[in-house]
């Protein structure tokens, strides 16, 4: 792999940079934000300001009005976005719509992609991702979907429980994972203002950077027609690996934005604060600290890196995207959890955008599977081709 960026790359992200310094991170204060994420208002806003920038969904194609970007170039255009917790919001690259975008993208149908897509793209629109369910239902194991859709005529009728269903206040639509009949799973499309979705409550949770919060929602025989399949019928699961390795290493992209900026804030507050006589930064156990957060970040952004690569080749990438997420998940939060500890008070508190960095972070070693599902899951697969190559020889 070559990792030097081209031209084009390197203008995208100093742009990018720059439109978030100067656009972005003077909002972040803004009062139109609540424990549940940016407002739509406050959507809405940054959405303009990228669109005027010429930075607004840049992993769409082209043909959908996007910049077509490669993996590889999101991944530099990606941290740059997630240096801000609001700069996903403004690019309309934040979870879940960035990895909606990308599933639409490779499965829906045309008369779909007009209805939906283009104007997600255009970030006209938002969406949410329905899979995961209460116990018994599916979380980190989705073979226990619990959801069903059984067919009634030309229609399928949707029936169960989802929680933690990022973005699902305000959503315009949802892309629905239900068991068929014969135990197969298929995804559905629908309006969020169908007859039979009830969004019961928004859940309290430790992070606020997410638009519409997370959900809890109810589908009580809603009538989906054939026609709003995503699809085919059975292939839910393939299309989940579709969707969750990219999403998986998008989600590293913009969280190393945020531990790169909370190690910008510990560098420059342990460079200038006076403690027994010299700098903080001078001290060896908080230069230690220091040393070993910039080899988390560049350890991150080098699976971040490989992994974007090898997708650009056209590979699948399942174990590749599994080792980045836990290695990169693990790895930034050490970062901004170091530089909670150099920054002292200030880093408890929101003296430092570090706390807010903090508790947005913790969950991401969670969704998109937790760091335990991942390393069982490579442990099979290493098994496996160990398995394979000794019989081959």
């Keep these: ?48 300001r990228a669109r005027t920038a010429g930075l607004l969904t840049p992993h769409a194609s082209r043909e959908m009005g996007g910049l077509g970007l490669s993996h590889v170039a ?99 639509y949802a892309i629905v994972m239900a068991r068929m009949e014969d135990g197969s799973a298929t995804m559905f499309l629908t309006d969020m203002d169908r007859p039979g979705i009830t969004l019961e409550r928004s859940m309290d949770a430790m992070d606020s950077c997410f638009t519409g919060g997370h959900g809890v929602l109810r589908f009580d025989n809603l009538r989906i027609p054939a026609t709003d399949v995503l699809g085919e019928i059975g292939k839910g699961f393939r299309y989940a690996q579709v969707r969750l390795a990219p999403a998986r290493l998008t989600h590293c992209m913009r969280w190393l934005g945020q531990a790169r900026r909370a190690h910008d804030a510990a560098l420059a507050y342990t460079r200038r604060r006076q403690a027994f006589g010299k700098p903080l930064a001078e001290h060896e156990g908080v230069g230690f600290m220091l ?15 490989h992994t974007a690569w090898l997708l650009d080749q056209g590979e699948k990438c399942n174990f590749e995207s599994s080792r980045a997420k836990v290695v990169c998940s693990e790895a930034e939060w050490r970062v901004v959890d170091r530089s909670v500890q150099m920054l002292g ?34 442990a099979r697969k290493l098994v496996h081709l160990a398995e394979k190559a000794e019989a081959a020889q």
């Design 1 to 48: 792999m070559d990792f030097q960026l081209s031209p084009e790359i390197k203008e995208l992200r100093d742009r990018t940079r720059q439109f978030i310094a100067e656009q972005v991170i003077p909002l972040e204060n803004d009062e139109r934000q609540s424990s549940h994420g940016p407002s739509e208002a406050l959507r809405r806003e940054l959405v303009a």
């Design 74 to 172: 999101k991944a530099a255009v990606f941290e740059e976005a997630g240096y801000s917790w609001l700069g996903p919001t403004a690019l309309n690259i934040h979870a879940p719509d960035e990895g909606n975008i990308h599933l639409m993208e490779e499965v829906a149908t045309p008369a779909q992609k007009e209805r939906w897509l283009r104007p997600q793209v255009a970030g006209n629109i938002r969406s949410c991702f329905a899979m995961t369910e209460p116990s018994p239902g599916a979380g980190a194991d989705p073979s226990m979907l619990a959801t069903t859709a059984v067919r009634d005529g030309d229609d399928y009728l949707i029936n169960g429980l989802k929680w933690f269903i990022t973005g699902a206040e305000g959503a315009d």
């Design 291 to 305: 040393a070993d957060n910039d080899m988390d970040l560049h350890t991150a952004r080098l699976h971040i890196w």
């Design 345 to 378: 008070g200030s880093g408890v508190t929101s003296e430092s955008p570090v706390m807010r960095i903090f508790t947005d972070m913790r969950a991401f070693r969670i969704y998109d599977g937790p760091s335990e599902v991942h390393r069982w899951s490579m």
